[in-house]
């Protein structure tokens, strides 16, 4: 396998790219006061902010107010690939293994919800360099590849549109040794997730939303009158409704501490490349693309033709650990590089120019789980695996439903009235997750699932990428 020399490290930026080209916002005062309001939201990510701007919508009178720890958008809903998937099922796949009579149901809501998305951005003028390009998988192994020609023939049962690309088509895609053939769903988009992200504040604060950063909240407890009160550093809420959009993030609920779990997830940027070195790996086109291993990279153009690249480590610590010096891992950019350059050996010249971590919320079931507490007045919406850039607006309307009490076809899915299998405690959670990562890896290298996968898929905890 080619190697990267360390040059190609040497010196990158440690923030995300997307911080690095678009400038924060000053940030909002942070809450010092008691006040009571009709929504509370927890969370200034995409789940918060999506609550936010649809709540206002629905009941413009009502008062809704949305706090965040630090600053809007500083975790995983500005640091991720931008990749905007159709799904609300993490996959077509995995919403077939897990809810086969509503597959094409979840497939044609998970279409809706990405309109509803496109019809946000034009409604608010939000320019977050947005497209629909598509994406393509490609396969390593021969086994992959008939995993793909497989899904092909499926997705179409469901509702899904996809092309099956063989070895003597590949190069229309791309030009790469490592590759074999692929799989192209054209109902992918691309977005720049911090542009994502500031576009939704200011929607927010345009239609009365009030935000208040650098406001954590503590504890949950009841409230007069029968609401809910969220306690913070410098003052109280007293919220007659309360939607957490916590996430990866210490959960205010109990029960959420075994719903979904931390992991942490790396890419690099490359350096601006010129259109001789796109044309030389064959990628003209604006495609996403991402690998069909188990233990895969998903890479994307930038607007200034720059190539992030990201993924394949995906690293659980063991308690639940939220640390912010695990944002940084040399050892996963190091290999991220040397996986790179195997890929596009015409591009072992390219320096990398930013290096950067966030944290994943994943769930047992890879996909969105909700439910509610305090009799129907606080709501959560949790567990997205990586896939939380348009699913996150499925659950933020999850959450509206509950707090409403009106049945919807939403809260009528079995995704949203069946809770997830919980992880177990430590320390049979870490070392069933550390079983889990050696046995894909595993699968990946020879096309087979072993006892301990096999087990998974029994009880309905197997992985879907």
Known sequence: MPTTSPS????????????????????????????S??????????????????????????????????????????????????????????????WPSEAAN????????????EDTLERYRIDADYSRPGKVSFARTPWELEGLRKYSEMSGKYGEQSRFIPTSEIGEWTTSPA???????????????????????RAC??????????????????????????????????????????????????????????????????????????????WTQDVGLTDASNQFHYYRKTADNRILWGGYDAIYHYGSRRDAELLDRPQTYA???????????????????????????????????????YGGR??????????????????????????SGEKTPRTELAMTRRQAIPFPPEPVRYLGVQATRWSMAREDECGKRNLWLRLLDTIGLGFDS
């Open 205 to 282: 604060l345009e239609l009365g939303v009030e935000i208040y950063e650098n406001t954590p909240v503590s504890s949950l407890g009841r409230g007069s009158g029968g609401g809910v009160a969220a306690t913070t550093p410098m003052g109280r809420i007293d919220a007659a409704k309360v939607a957490l959009g916590t996430n990866a993030f210490k959960p205010l609920l109990r029960r959420l501490s075994t719903t979904a779990i931390p992991v942490y997830d790396y890419a690099l940027v490359t350096e601006p490349l010129s259109d001789n070195d796109f044309e030389a790996i064959g």
């Open 335 to 373: 290999r991220l590089a040397e996986n790179f350059s195997a890929t596009y050996p015409q591009l072992s010249h390219v320096r990398f120019s930013h290096a950067w971590g966030g944290v994943i919320d994943s769930s047992t079931r890879f996909c969105l789980t909700s439910g509610s507490a």
């Open 179 to 201: 590759y074999l053939g692929g799989l192209y769903l054209p109902d992918y988009s691309l977005v720049d997730p911090y542009k994502l992200v500031l576009g939704l504040r």
């Open 378 to 403: 606080v709501a959560y919406a949790i567990g997205y695996t990586g896939l939380g850039v348009t699913a996150t607006r499925f659950g933020a309307q999850v959450m509206l439903d509950r707090l």
């Open 106 to 117: 979840l497939h044609q809501m998970g279409l809706e919800n990405l309109a509803g998305i």
């Open 8 to 35: 190609t490290l040497s010196g990158v930026s440690q923030s995300p790219y997307w911080f690095d080209v678009t400038s924060a916002p000053a940030p909002l005062p942070a809450l010092d006061a008691t006040i």
């Open 37 to 98: 309001t009709d929504l509370l939201v927890v969370g200034g990510g995409y789940t918060g902010l999506w609550t936010a701007v649809l709540a206002k919508e629905a009941n413009p009178d009502q008062r809704v107010v949305l706090v965040e720890s630090s600053t809007v958008g500083h975790a995983a809903s500005g640091r991720n690939g931008g990749f905007c998937s159709p799904s609300i099922t993490h996959g077509l796949g995995n919403g077939v293994q897990r």
